[in-house]
Every structure is written in C-alpha cells, then in structure tokens.
C-alpha cells in the first residue's frame, strides 16, 4: 500500500506561480492586465486536477503514520471522510495495529479498553481545502468493525487478508468498491445513494447476496457465477467455491449502478 504521500501535481503551483507574477508586475505598473475576466479558467483549472488527481490537494497535504499493536486483539475502525477519498487494505508485515496515510489534522484517534481498539478518522478534524486522500493499512491477524461514509468522496475497500466481524461501507455521491474477505466472517454491507457500487467476491467463496436497487438504479451481476434465488438474492454457483463458510452481503443504491462479480 502507499505509506509515503503522493507526489504533487505540477499544474496547481505552476499556474499559481505564474497569477502571482502577473499580479506583482500589474502592481508596479510594468503591465495593465485585467484579471477578471478569466476567472472561469480557476474552474477549468479545478476540473483538470480532478481529472489528473483525484482532487485538488497538493501531495504535501498527506502524512504518513503507524501505530504498534501492543497487546489489542481486536478493533473497530470508524470513518467519516466527507468529500476525501478513503482506501483500506490489510497490512503486509506484521506488529503494527494500523498504518498509512492521513490528510493533516485527521490522524485516527485510539481509544483502547479491554484489549479492544477503537480508532476514528472524522473530516471535521481536518482543514476545509485538505484533500489529500486517506490511505489505511489494518493488522490481519486480528478481528475488525469496519464502519466507512463519506458525502461524495470514493470509498476503494479491499478486505481480503482481513478478519472482518462486519463491515458497512456506504456513500452519499461517491462511488463505493469493496473486495470481500477470503475468510469467513461477519456480514459486508456496500451501498451509495448517488453513486456506483462495485462488490468482487473472492473466487474460493460462497456469498449470498442481498441486491437493493432503487428504481433509477441499474444491475450487472457476472450470471455466470451467481444464480438467482428470487428478484433480489443470488447465491454463488458451486464450481470453484472452496469454502464452507458463507459470506452475507447486501448491496444497494438508488441511481447509480450496481456491479457484482
């Protein structure tokens, strides 16, 4: 996973650079230079660095962290991210609790009692114009409470390598993606009002899954993996499936579209 902050987009502080310049020489009357009138282009400029980025935050705005495991053995992770873009995977090494990157001022507050940890990252907490993408990595030997929302930022949630004991991903205008355990464990919900929802389920397990769609939303389910038990419940065909273990999930969105493989 990325622990190191993302390299800053050039466009931003170029065009800065060159506004500031133009401003100054206007100022000691070396040039007669209306600004106004283009003022649109800090729009165009906006548009630009959503296409090129992902949003309009310099690289220098993310911070990298870690924090040891210490004697937890079991947590629960709650995010609120707004309009920031929220990735979570499982940790690769091991003796760390949680690691990644975080936008400043948002470093995830810990809370633990009776070996259980309880960890938040709020978008209040944060500067109004910091964007810089969280960007979490969890310990995979022990058992999470995932609860993950945002207003319009994108939730990208891979949970393979985890112990999930439930989890709810869920987003107002963003687009959600979750990657389902390859372990058993507890139920999975992914749901956008506005936005779309992918749900992958991992090749080796059984999955029941709850679709529901609102009546502008839209379905692609890979039929040949799932067969449908009635209007909203498929179940994952037996070929390939290793796992005796079932994996609930419910997926649902009001206008956006709902892919499940």
């Not at 309009?56 to 004697?71: K, L, Y």
């Not at 009635?230 to 390939?240: C, L, M, Q, S, V």
Request: aromatic fraction near 6%; hydrophobic fraction near 45%; proline fraction near 4%.
């Amino acid at each position: 996973m990325r622990a190191q902050s993302k390299r800053t987009v050039w466009l931003l502080p170029l065009l800065l650079v060159s506004v500031g310049m133009i401003l100054l020489l206007d100022n000691f009357l070396l040039i007669d230079v209306d600004l106004a009138p283009y003022w649109p282009w800090l729009l165009v400029l906006a548009g630009l660095m959503v296409l090129i980025k992902g949003d309009i935050a310099p690289g220098w705005q993310a911070h990298s962290f870690g924090i040891t495991r210490g004697s937890v053995q079991s947590g629960t992770l709650e995010i609120e991210s707004g309009e920031i873009d929220v990735q979570i995977r499982a940790l690769r090494k091991p003796g760390r609790l949680i690691a990644g990157q975080y936008t400043a001022r948002s470093r995830p507050g810990l809370a633990v009692r009776n070996n259980h940890a309880t960890l938040r990252l709020q978008r209040g907490q944060t500067w109004l114009l910091s964007l810089a993408d969280w960007d979490l990595g969890l310990a995979g030997d022990l058992p999470w409470g995932l609860l993950a929302s945002s207003s319009l930022g994108n939730l990208d949630i891979d949970l393979r390598g985890l112990l999930i004991e439930r989890a709810v991903v869920a987003s107002g205008m963003g687009a959600v993606t979750v990657v389902c355990p390859d372990r058993a464990g507890g139920p999975v919900v992914a749901r956008s009002t506005f936005g779309d929802v992918r749900v992958a389920i991992p090749e080796e397990m059984r999955a029941s899954v709850t679709i529901k769609a609102g009546p502008f939303a839209r379905l692609r389910i890979d039929e040949r993996r799932y067969e449908a038990l009635d209007d909203n419940r498929y179940f994952t065909r037996e070929a390939g499936v290793t796992s005796l273990a079932t994996i609930e999930v419910t997926i649902s969105t009001v206008f956006g579209t709902i892919y499940v493989s």
